[in-house]
């Protein structure tokens, strides 16, 4: 259980934040960056939120509570020696990329294929999703990024992936099952 009594702690004043295990990095670090950009994606996710019921509500739920395991999981560098932090380590798993793929699989099921890119827009709840899938593409891009430097958890980068992914098909939902959607016309206002 996580208690936080005191917000402000005043550790972090010259520019340095503690990650997971104890270390200390500047608040511009890659793995910050990257966790961060997790933590943004969550908050877009509560403005979605806003306008989605049922069902997807539900499911929005799950992947709020999943962003903030996967935050846990990039803010601890070392997974080698996760053994040794006197605790469970909380690292995200492979069903949690399944769960989103069986998601993404039957929300697609009940929609048209495409014939031609799709605008962010429609419904309130659409044009929600689609902010959340560009900034779970840019978390995406920081921990890809940090991986080409840093141990990251693999599963941790296909979650992001898939995550943009079920972004895009619950967007297209929130369009009347894509009957709603936007479509791009190239070169539409050329003349």
């Given amino acids: 259980m996580v208690v936080l009594n005191k917000i402000y702690t005043r550790t972090g004043d010259a520019g340095e934040t ?8 500047a608040k511009y670090a890659p793995r910050v960056e ?3 950009t997790v933590d943004e994606t969550n908050a877009t996710l509560g403005m979605a939120r806003l306008h989605a019921e ?25 997974r080698d020696q ?3 932090a006197g605790y469970p380590v909380l ?23 495409l014939r031609s890119f799709i605008l962010p827009g429609g419904t309130a ?48 939902v929130a369009n009347n099952n894509g009957a709603d959607d936007v479509l791009w016309v190239p070169g539409a206002n050329r003349d």
């Fill in 125 to 172: 709840l659409s044009a929600h999703l689609h902010l959340c899938r560009t900034v779970s593409r840019r978390a995406e891009r920081l921990s890809v990024e940090l991986a080409a430097v840093d141990d990251v958890n693999p599963h941790a980068v296909k979650y992001l992936n898939r995550l943009s992914d079920w972004f895009f098909v619950a967007a297209r």
């Fill in 54 to 78: 049922g069902d997807m509500d539900a499911a929005l739920s799950r992947i709020q509570n999943d962003l903030f395991d996967l935050g846990a999981d990039l803010c601890r560098p070392d």
């Fill in 18 to 25: 503690a990650l997971g295990n104890g270390s200390r990095v």
């Fill in 34 to 36: 990257a966790y961060g």
């Fill in 91 to 113: 690292r995200m798993v492979e069903a949690q990329v399944k769960r989103l793929e069986a998601e993404i699989d039957a929300m697609n099921a009940n929609l048209e294929p």
């Fill in 82 to 84: 996760d053994d040794q």
